[in-house]
């Protein structure tokens, strides 16, 4: 469609005089490399002839009609048969659209708005079938028009010209009420009665196929909600669906009203609402990014300290469990039975685990992975119970005595550990004349699990447990697929645990 442009007075004489020529206004228009209209043009030359030059001229506002003009018109236009464009050149008025509404608001009852005072040319009301039926009979029976029986009977111009019509084809049974329902059934010929009935029956298995569309759809959007709001996941199954299926199906087939679905289209989340789907947000992307090792504490922990956000553990805990979010929990170990110490070496650490200066108490072990090609992967770890950090750590395909001391030399090297206590449990490479030697050689104080008492060396084993179950997201029989990458996932997670991993003890940071 071309876009409509303002031309001025000469350039319409000049496309006026290329028509006069013999040429078709298309033509004129292309003459003068014009992107006009052409039947606006034509509309135009037409005012032109009838009226002058005076209509080409615009003009700064727009003309002032009265009632009584819009009333002659519209009567034209009804009972003359005068066209929309012929009305609109005949009496000078500048638009087919200012015709066509006045003639709407003739016939449908509205206010004809002038200048003058306003005035209602009819007020519509509701009838029965009776009262149509009796209205209907006294205008065919006294032959009146139908603006003297509109203005009689009170209703709109267009409807009582559509009873009468209806009531000339099909007697009593056209006037009865059909909206929303159809044509009646007494008056279909028998081939629209089987139309009507196979349109029926098709309707029927649209409603059943959409019934389930429909149920499954709720289920899914249910699933995957994070707010939980009641009845909303009905709501987002009508919206998602609607130009599918009708409305007022689906909020049929979900139990909800029309009225309660447009609310919720426009209603406004309260700020609680609002700042709970953004924490929601934050939980998510936590939770994603550390892949699921971090529970409800470390994840208010962070978001107090890293996002810098005031927010109540209890909440944070209440938003996981409501979009179903839950860490990867180790198995509780089995409680230790109580036996009377037997001690076969010296325990100098005594389970005493609290310490807060590094390099003054340092725990070590050894633990196993599982590798796909059968054989396993051993970690050896020094942990400082004071930076709370791992110092120092192998990883080797054999467990040997070497592989130990290497970890051991890794961690002192370049440090003055001079009187720093390492514990350790009571295996092989621990009780080694090697191991006890690097030991005595750099000042340090050795200290031993007692027999079967691992929780002694707790910490230790603490660590082994994290470590295994944030690296394999709670899986019992997670395996490597070789030493290469058992090698490249646990140093990773190592230099993680070292430096960005939330503990609970960091809440005691925050203000």
């Given at each position: 469609m071309k876009r409509k442009i303002k031309l001025s007075v000469e350039t319409f004489l000049k496309l006026f005089e290329i028509v006069e020529d013999g040429y078709s206004f298309e033509t004129a228009l292309r003459k003068l490399d014009l992107n006009y209209n052409s039947k606006e043009l034509r509309y135009k030359y037409h005012m032109y002839?009838?009226?002058?030059?005076?209509?080409?001229?615009?003009?700064?506002?727009?003309?002032?009609?009265?009632?009584?003009?819009?009333?002659?018109?519209?009567?034209?236009?009804?009972?003359?048969?005068?066209?929309?464009?012929?009305?609109?050149?005949?009496?000078?008025?500048?638009?087919?659209?200012?015709?066509?509404?006045?003639?709407?608001?003739?016939?449908?009852?509205?206010?004809?708005?002038?200048?003058?005072?306003?005035?209602?040319?009819?007020?519509?009301?509701?009838?029965?079938?009776?009262?149509?039926?009796?209205?209907?009979?006294?205008?065919?029976?006294?032959?009146?028009?139908?603006?003297?029986?509109?203005?009689?009977?009170?209703?709109?111009?267009?409807?009582?010209?559509?009873?009468?019509?209806?009531?000339?084809?099909?007697?009593?049974?056209?006037?009865i009420d059909g909206r929303g329902k159809g044509k009646p059934q007494s008056i279909m010929t028998p081939e629209e009665e089987l139309n009507a009935r196979i349109k029926a029956l098709e309707e029927r298995n649209k409603y059943l196929e959409m019934e389930n569309e429909v149920l499954k759809k709720e289920e899914e959007i249910e699933r995957q909600d994070e707010t939980k709001i009641r009845q909303e996941a009905s709501y987002k199954t009508v919206k998602s669906l609607k130009d599918t299926y009708p409305i007022v199906w689906l909020c049929q087939v979900l139990e909800i009203s029309r009225a309660s679905y447009y609310k919720w289209m426009s209603r406004k989340a309260p700020r609680l609402e609002q700042e709970n789907k953004e924490l929601i947000g934050d939980i998510i992307d936590i939770f994603n990014k550390y892949e699921g090792i971090y529970g409800y504490r470390r994840i208010y922990i962070y978001i107090r300290l890293k996002l810098q956000k005031k927010v109540n553990h209890k909440r944070i805990y209440r938003l996981m469990k409501q979009i179903g979010l839950k860490a990867v929990i180790r198995r509780k170990r089995k409680k230790y039975i109580k036996s009377t110490p037997f001690y076969v070496a010296e325990n100098v650490l005594n389970r005493e685990f609290n310490e807060t200066v590094p390099n003054k108490k340092w725990l070590t072990d050894v633990t196993e992975f599982r590798l796909k090609t059968g054989q396993k992967a051993y970690l050896s770890a020094i942990y400082d119970l004071g930076s709370k950090k791992i110092i120092s750590h192998e990883i080797n395909l054999s467990n040997n005595n070497e592989f130990v001391f290497k970890t051991i030399k890794k961690a002192i090297r370049g440090k003055n550990t001079k009187g720093i206590l390492l514990h350790s449990d009571r295996g092989y490479q621990y009780t080694s004349p090697s191991f006890k030697e690097i030991l005595k050689e750099n000042g340090m104080i050795q200290s031993m699990s007692r027999v079967s008492k691992c929780i002694d060396n707790g910490p230790m084993e603490n660590v082994w447990g994290i470590i295994k179950s944030e690296l394999f997201k709670g899986s019992k029989m997670h395996s490597f697929e070789n030493i290469d990458k058992a090698k490249h996932s646990i140093n990773q997670y190592i230099k993680f645990f070292n430096e960005d991993r939330i503990t609970l003890k960091m809440a005691a940071l925050i203000a």
């Open positions: 002839l009838e009226h002058g030059i005076d209509i080409l001229i615009p003009h700064a506002s727009r003309p002032k009609y009265s009632r009584k003009l819009k009333e002659k018109v519209a009567q034209d236009y009804l009972n003359k048969g005068i066209s929309l464009e012929g009305l609109a050149i005949r009496y000078n008025i500048r638009s087919k659209s200012t015709v066509r509404q006045w003639i709407i608001q003739y016939t449908e009852g509205k206010k004809n708005k002038s200048h003058e005072p306003e005035v209602y040319i009819v007020n519509p009301k509701k009838t029965t079938l009776e009262e149509r039926i009796e209205i209907v009979k006294y205008c065919l029976d006294h032959n009146i028009t139908y603006k003297e029986a509109s203005e009689k009977f009170n209703l709109k111009y267009s409807q009582l010209y559509s009873w009468i019509q209806k009531y000339k084809e099909h007697g009593k049974d056209g006037l």
